[in-house]
């Protein structure tokens, strides 16, 4: 894969993993496969109460390939595939969860002889 990868974690306090739908922001990391580097935090604004809020979520991080969350709807899990973005059920905080899959990634990318 030659081009960086951009991963997109679900919060609404910028601390703690939070559902793909009720997310109010997503925090933007760049992963080249070897380093992780932050890049923004996106504004995911969200009405308390309504449901089915995931297409504002998956607008907000349409660009990125993979996305990190506590879960998502079934809706959003459609909405998530047909855009192609790999969804990674986790929970904890944000670097854990993030520490978690890029550790993750490496280790299946190694060589097995």
Request: hydrophobic content about 35%; charged content about 35%; glycine content about 8%.
């Amino acid at each position: 894969m030659g081009d960086n990868m951009k991963i997109a974690v679900a919060t609404s306090n910028g601390k703690d993993v939070d559902h793909f739908g009720k997310a109010q922001a997503f925090m933007i990391y760049e992963f080249d496969e070897e380093d992780v580097q932050f890049i923004e935090r996106r504004e995911s604004p969200k009405i308390k109460g309504e449901k089915h809020q995931w297409q504002k979520s998956l607008g907000v991080i349409s660009d990125c390939e993979v996305v990190i969350c506590a879960q998502a709807g079934l809706k959003g899990k459609f909405g998530l595939k047909n855009a192609r973005i790999k969804l990674v059920e986790d929970e904890g905080s944000v670097d854990e969860v993030l520490e978690r899959y890029i550790n993750h990634y490496k280790f299946m990318k190694k060589p097995i002889f």
